[in-house]
Nanobody
Framework: QVQLVESGGGLVQPGGSLRLSCVLS????????IGWFRQAPGKEREGVSC????????SYTDSVKGRFTISRDNAKNTVYLQMNSLKPEDTAVYYC????????????????WGQGTQVTVSS
């Protein structure tokens, strides 16, 4: 059974950093692309970043470019999202997801989702 579990969220001041983790179980991570998403209260879920199975050219939404970095450790079956220079507008529940494909799919094609981890950026 495929499961994704996020962790690492919390409360941080503006300008601070957090590193989110997404642990994949039930399958071997090195075969699959993983995406990170977020959803703020009253807003639609948006894609934040995605990394393909081959780990080439990760994608980022414009609002996080230069601040967030996605990476993967296949030995640990874990994908990370390093978030630096956090802003209040980054406050949201963050999710990781996969469609068990090698390349990053479109939002509606993701099949397996984690339960999410809350990130709150506030002074």
């Amino acid at each position: 059974q495929v499961q994704l579990v996020e962790s690492g969220g919390g409360l941080v001041q503006p300008g601070g950093s957090l590193r989110l983790s997404c642990v994949l179980s039930g399958v071997t991570l090195d075969l699959y692309a993983i995406g990170w998403f977020r959803q703020a209260p009253g807003k639609e879920r948006e894609g934040v970043s995605c990394i393909s199975a081959s780990d080439t050219t990760p994608s980022y939404t414009d609002s996080v470019k230069g601040r967030f970095t996605i990476s993967r450790d296949n030995a640990k079956n874990t994908v990370y999202l390093q978030m630096n220079s956090l802003k209040p507008e980054d406050t949201a529940v963050y999710y990781c997801a996969t469609d068990l494909g090698r390349y990053c799919p479109r939002l509606h094609e993701y099949v397996y989702w984690g339960q999410g981890t809350q990130v709150t950026v506030s002074s």
